[in-house]
């Protein structure tokens, strides 16, 4: 479903799941609970039956509380020969009234009762009990938006009015409108849909939120606007390519960046002194989440000390890079030189309130030194005002990163390189966003090898054998080291042209050695790329030969930081009886990387395959997730389930909906669960007033999926919780299918081509044969009658 809105930003378009409708206490949950065969364009629900439209402009529904293995959608009778494209339900003490709008733009009305019945057309009428029509087209005006609450149909028409109408189709009369039997609402702005909510209706109003309050019409609303545009879907508030983005943009030769760190602080400490009216005592990024996920007072209260903190960050965070680059380059002190405009830095990522800074330094020859200078630099202007660490990771839960995901095409320019390592990069070029052309950015031309695979595998292995990888701050000696390299390799051109598989396996090599000892970094450019840079930013990258490595070394990637936390937020003592209560900081720490393990693909994204390539359109081939879940739990349901959704079979629709679920498909479910909805609790502002009814359900569904219900038993030994955890994630690991080398390709396809051929040449074999011995039959004939002449 979608629904177009208005913002302060312009016009907006807002996406709806409908995926999960009710929660099943004898099966955990029944996951894409739709009708086979068959999809839901818009719903609408009362107090006895939720009904939708489908595709085709059918009406379909199901009774409230139906859910559960056996639950299904069932069709209704509709108007004969009309299309639907809206309904609206109510229900009173006969029953529930249907109220839709067909594709002419006539209003149809269906009288309650004989919902399972077949044959019911004479229920439905377009006309009152008078002969008029219930919509009369007045001056050519259509009905936009409807619902139905309350006793009335409430709808909105292309004017912006709100109009209502009696349930039962008689008309309204008081307060008049122009439009015949439909009551107006004299001060109600002009608005462009319309909510069931009560006994007034709640608007979308340009640009705002409307609400009904007596008779009184307020934008009081708004902050639900607010919190629903704000909410993290992962993607970047400001795309890579706009200049602000760039923190050279901030560095000013006629201002001095290093005083500006020192009035940075007094400003921010003079500033929160005035708000608060309270000294600021708390330097700790992680302590200062902490205590907002535990505030129960208002949303404004409780969110004042990051914004505040915040804001203080980011111009921190500026003056520190253009003072770094100031004094690595005092004697170009207006940066024309090449050596010192190579020195750019940018933070892409989330915004949310919450968020972590992940910065990207770039240089051509040695981004290792201003990072270790600017972490040092920081340490010393904050070490006055902080107990214990002072380091940015800690204070800001900053990560300053020397290899990058992109090179932005402007930075990429300024970068003096040989033209072998400068040929190891391809161009991708910018899209258009909300009417502003994007610029393009560079990305490595092979993005994805075995050993880097190979890689991330040992790291998932070696953290669920010998404990989590303690990172909590950089080594800055080590890392200016790996990173001159790097980095000094690309300057020189060591790595040549790329030509040879060994080329980049030596470039990626270098690559990890830089990355693995880093804080929270990925440790391979394939899944950096494919998270920061496909999923959160969107750059349309083509992956092509590269499509498959990636997707399964960035499903690795995300199990080595599930392991990690494994490890480190759940007690050796945790049971069954205390997971639900000491699981939740894994479950809030791990959500976004359970997430992640879906993956974004499909339209959209180019994969970079010609028109001669082929690749199988199946969902679930494209979906490590799916292959892995299939190989740990077998693929009875889960081939039913693919039958169904992926392919629309409705012949399967009926066994679907009624199977018995077993111990794997039930686990199955829940882990599909944790990745669907792994993300929400990214939403800190509710769960922070959460009392148990958002959170339980993850638990119960992440207890369900990771810990075996024979988990004590296994192997004839005792198996601890976190083990048992361990030892999913593990199974995961080694589930993941292993990767084809275009050799291998060929070779299963000339197999293939063998398999084909084979009785084709058997029956040659045969033929020639069965010739042979006739030649040698008549040769001895003719001998026998030469000897007898």
Same mark, same amino acid.
């Given at each position: 479903?979608?629904?177009?809105?208005?913002?302060?930003?312009?016009?907006?378009?807002?996406?709806?799941?409908?995926?999960?409708?009710?929660?099943?206490?004898?099966?955990?949950?029944?996951?894409?609970?739709?009708?086979?065969?068959?999809?839901?364009?818009?719903?609408?629900?009362?107090?006895?039956?939720?009904?939708?439209?489908?595709?085709?402009?059918?009406?379909?529904?199901? #009774?409230?509380?139906?859910?559960?293995?056996?639950?299904?959608?069932?069709?209704?009778?509709?108007?004969?020969?009309?299309?639907?494209?809206?309904?609206?339900?109510?229900?009173?003490?006969?029953?529930?009234?249907?109220?839709?709008?067909?594709?002419?733009?006539?209003?149809?009305?269906?009288?309650?009762?004989?919902?399972?019945?077949?044959?019911?057309?004479?229920?439905?009428?377009?006309?009152?009990?008078?002969?008029?029509?219930?919509?009369?087209?007045?001056?050519?005006?259509?009905?936009?938006?409807?619902?139905?609450?309350?006793?009335?149909?409430?709808?909105?028409?292309?004017?912006?009015?709100?109009?209502?109408?009696?349930?039962?189709?008689?008309?309204?009369?008081?307060?008049?409108?122009?439009?015949? +039997?439909?009551?107006?609402?004299?001060?109600?702005?002009?608005?462009?849909?319309?909510?069931?909510?009560?006994?007034?209706?709640?608007?979308?109003?340009?640009?705002?939120?409307?609400?009904?309050?007596?008779?009184?019409?307020?934008?009081?609303?708004?902050?639900?606007?607010?919190?629903?545009?704000?909410?993290?879907?992962?993607?970047?508030?400001?795309?890579?390519?706009?200049?602000?983005?760039?923190?050279?943009?901030? +560095?000013?030769?006629?201002?001095?960046?290093?005083?500006? @760190?020192? *009035?940075?602080?007094?400003?921010?400490?003079?500033?929160?002194?005035?708000?608060?009216?309270?000294?600021?005592?708390?330097?700790?990024?992680?302590?200062?989440?902490?205590?907002?996920?535990?505030?129960?007072?208002? *949303?404004?209260?409780?969110?004042?000390?990051?914004?505040?903190?915040?804001?203080?960050?980011?111009?921190?965070?500026?003056?520190?890079?253009?003072?770094?680059?100031?004094?690595?380059?005092?004697?170009?002190? %207006?940066?024309?030189?090449?050596? +010192?405009?190579?020195?750019?830095?940018?933070?892409?990522?989330?915004?949310?309130?919450?968020?972590?800074?992940?910065?990207?330094?770039?240089?051509?020859?040695?981004?290792?030194?201003?990072?270790?200078?600017?972490?040092?630099?920081?340490?010393?202007?904050?070490?006055?005002?902080?107990?214990?660490?002072?380091?940015?990771?800690?204070?800001?839960?900053?990560?300053?990163?020397?290899?990058?995901?992109?090179?932005?095409?402007?930075?990429?320019? %300024?970068?003096?390189?040989?033209?072998?390592?400068?040929?190891?990069?391809?161009?991708?070029?910018?899209?258009?966003?909300?009417?502003?052309?994007?610029?393009?950015?560079?990305?490595?031309? %092979?993005?994805?090898?075995?050993?880097?695979?190979?890689?991330?595998?040992?790291?998932?292995?070696?953290?669920?054998?010998?404990?989590?990888?303690?990172?909590?701050?950089?080594?800055?000696?080590?890392?200016?080291?790996?990173?001159?390299?790097?980095?000094?390799? @690309?300057?020189?051109?060591?790595?040549?042209?790329?030509?040879?598989?060994?080329?980049?396996?030596?470039?990626?090599?270098?690559?990890?050695?830089?990355?693995?000892?880093?804080?929270?970094?990925?440790?391979?450019?394939?899944?950096? @790329?494919?998270?920061?840079?496909?999923?959160?930013?969107?750059?349309?990258?083509?992956? $092509?030969?590269?499509?498959?490595?990636?997707?399964?070394?960035?499903?690795?990637?995300?199990?080595?930081?599930?392991?990690?936390?494994?490890?480190?937020?759940?007690?050796?003592?945790?049971?069954?009886?205390?997971?639900?209560?000491?699981?939740?900081?894994?479950?809030?720490?791990?959500?976004?990387?359970?997430? !992640?393990?879906?993956?974004?693909?499909?339209?959209?994204?180019?994969?970079?395959?010609?028109?001669?390539?082929?690749?199988?359109?199946?969902?679930?081939?494209?979906?490590?997730?799916?292959?892995?879940?299939?190989?740990?739990?077998?693929?009875?349901?889960?081939?039913?389930?693919?039958?169904?959704?992926?392919?629309?079979?409705?012949?399967?629709?009926?066994?679907?909906?009624?199977?018995?679920?077993?111990? $794997?498909?039930?686990?199955? %479910?829940?882990?599909?669960?944790?990745?669907?909805?792994?993300?929400?609790?990214?939403?800190?502002?509710?769960?922070?007033?959460?009392?148990?009814?958002?959170?339980?359900?993850?638990?119960?569904?992440?207890?369900?999926?990771?810990?075996?219900?024979? $988990?004590?038993?296994?192997?004839?030994?005792?198996?601890?919780?976190?083990?048992?955890?361990?030892?999913?994630?593990?199974?995961? $690991?080694?589930?993941? #299918?292993?990767?084809?080398?275009?050799?291998?390709?060929?070779?299963?396809?000339?197999?293939?081509?063998?398999?084909?051929?084979? #009785?084709?040449?058997?029956?040659?074999?045969?033929?020639?044969?069965?010739?042979?011995?006739?030649?040698?039959?008549?040769?001895? !004939?003719?001998?026998?009658?030469?000897?007898?002449?």
């Amino acid at each position: 479903c979608s629904k177009e809105y208005m913002t302060e930003h312009g016009l907006q378009l807002e996406h709806f799941l409908f995926a999960k409708w009710g929660w099943s206490t004898s099966n955990n949950h029944v996951w894409w609970h739709m009708m086979r065969g068959g999809d839901v364009m818009q719903l609408d629900a009362d107090d006895d039956a939720m009904w939708g439209l489908d595709g085709h402009g059918s009406i379909l529904w199901r #009774p409230a509380g139906d859910v559960g293995k056996h639950s299904r959608w069932m069709r209704i009778d509709g108007p004969p020969n009309v299309a639907l494209k809206l309904i609206a339900a109510d229900n009173d003490e006969r029953g529930t009234w249907l109220w839709c709008i067909s594709d002419d733009d006539r209003i149809w009305r269906r009288d309650p009762g004989n919902y399972h019945e077949k044959d019911q057309h004479d229920k439905w009428s377009d006309r009152d009990e008078n002969g008029h029509l219930y919509w009369t087209k007045p001056d050519g005006s259509v009905l936009k938006d409807l619902k139905a609450n309350m006793g009335f149909a409430l709808a909105i028409d292309d004017r912006g009015n709100l109009l209502r109408r009696h349930i039962n189709g008689t008309c309204c009369i008081d307060p008049a409108s122009p439009v015949h +039997c439909w009551c107006g609402e004299k001060f109600a702005p002009k608005l462009s849909a319309v909510t069931d909510n009560g006994d007034h209706g709640l608007g979308f109003y340009m640009p705002s939120l409307q609400h009904k309050m007596d008779e009184t019409w307020t934008a009081s609303a708004n902050r639900w606007l607010q919190q629903l545009t704000s909410r993290d879907d992962g993607h970047n508030a400001d795309s890579p390519h706009e200049a602000s983005q760039y923190f050279s943009y901030y +560095c000013d030769a006629g201002i001095d960046h290093c005083s500006g @760190l020192d *009035s940075s602080i007094s400003e921010f400490l003079e500033g929160w002194k005035k708000v608060s009216r309270s000294p600021w005592r708390q330097w700790d990024w992680g302590i200062l989440k902490a205590e907002y996920s535990h505030c129960s007072r208002s *949303s404004e209260t409780c969110q004042r000390p990051l914004k505040h903190y915040g804001a203080f960050r980011e111009q921190f965070m500026q003056h520190l890079f253009c003072c770094s680059r100031r004094l690595q380059t005092f004697e170009d002190e %207006r940066c024309e030189g090449p050596l +010192c405009r190579a020195y750019d830095m940018t933070c892409p990522g989330s915004k949310l309130l919450t968020s972590d800074m992940d910065c990207t330094v770039y240089h051509s020859h040695d981004p290792g030194t201003i990072i270790q200078n600017m972490s040092l630099l920081a340490q010393e202007k904050l070490l006055p005002y902080v107990d214990g660490k002072s380091d940015i990771g800690t204070l800001f839960d900053v990560s300053l990163y020397g290899t990058w995901t992109w090179i932005p095409d402007e930075i990429y320019q %300024r970068f003096e390189w040989p033209a072998s390592s400068k040929s190891l990069f391809e161009k991708v070029e910018g899209r258009q966003t909300d009417g502003k052309e994007s610029t393009a950015v560079w990305v490595f031309r %092979r993005k994805c090898t075995p050993s880097a695979r190979q890689a991330i595998l040992d790291k998932v292995w070696r953290i669920i054998r010998e404990g989590a990888e303690d990172i909590q701050t950089e080594n800055l000696d080590k890392l200016v080291v790996a990173l001159q390299t790097f980095v000094g390799n @690309l300057a020189n051109g060591s790595y040549g042209y790329g030509t040879y598989t060994s080329d980049w396996d030596h470039l990626y090599q270098d690559f990890r050695a830089v990355s693995s000892v880093q804080r929270e970094g990925y440790l391979t450019y394939a899944a950096t @790329l494919e998270v920061v840079g496909r999923q959160q930013v969107g750059l349309p990258t083509t992956f $092509a030969e590269d499509y498959h490595c990636m997707r399964q070394v960035s499903f690795l990637e995300q199990l080595a930081f599930i392991a990690q936390h494994i490890q480190t937020d759940v007690p050796e003592e945790m049971t069954e009886k205390s997971f639900s209560e000491l699981s939740i900081k894994l479950l809030l720490k791990s959500g976004k990387y359970f997430d !992640r393990l879906l993956e974004v693909g499909g339209p959209g994204y180019d994969e970079g395959f010609s028109k001669t390539q082929h690749r199988d359109p199946n969902a679930a081939d494209n979906s490590v997730l799916w292959r892995v879940l299939q190989a740990v739990y077998g693929s009875t349901h889960l081939d039913a389930v693919l039958s169904g959704v992926c392919n629309q079979n409705t012949a399967s629709s009926a066994s679907v909906s009624t199977m018995a679920f077993d111990d $794997a498909e039930v686990r199955r %479910r829940s882990c599909m669960d944790i990745a669907m909805w792994g993300n929400a609790v990214r939403h800190m502002d509710a769960f922070r007033r959460d009392t148990g009814d958002l959170i339980r359900p993850m638990v119960q569904a992440l207890y369900t999926c990771l810990v075996h219900p024979n $988990a004590t038993q296994k192997m004839h030994r005792t198996m601890s919780v976190k083990e048992a955890m361990l030892d999913s994630i593990g199974q995961w $690991a080694n589930a993941v #299918p292993p990767l084809q080398t275009p050799l291998a390709g060929r070779l299963a396809g000339y197999g293939r081509i063998a398999w084909l051929l084979a #009785p084709i040449l058997a029956l040659g074999c045969l033929g020639f044969s069965m010739v042979r011995m006739r030649q040698r039959a008549m040769l001895k !004939r003719k001998n026998k009658y030469g000897l007898q002449n």
